[in-house]
């Protein structure tokens, strides 16, 4: 995740047992989702969904 941390703000939340972290934009609306696993060296996406505005 840290290649996009200065790029975005970034929040997460936990569904239905999985975290997601949101990519969101200035404006509020969602650029991106990521659904993350924790590793042994770190969070690390296990993939992503382009959000279109």
């Known amino acids: 995740m840290a290649p996009y941390a200065g790029a ?4 997460s939340r936990e569904v ?3 975290t997601v972290v949101l990519g969101l934009r200035q404006d509020g ?3 991106r989702t990521y659904h ?3 590793r042994a ?3 690390w996406p296990d993939g992503y969904s382009e959000c279109r505005a």
């Open 8 to 11: 975005l703000e970034l929040t």
């Open 16 to 18: 239905d047992g999985d």
């Open 29 to 31: 609306s969602i650029f």
């Open 36 to 38: 993350v696993r924790k």
């Open 41 to 43: 060296d770190g969070w």
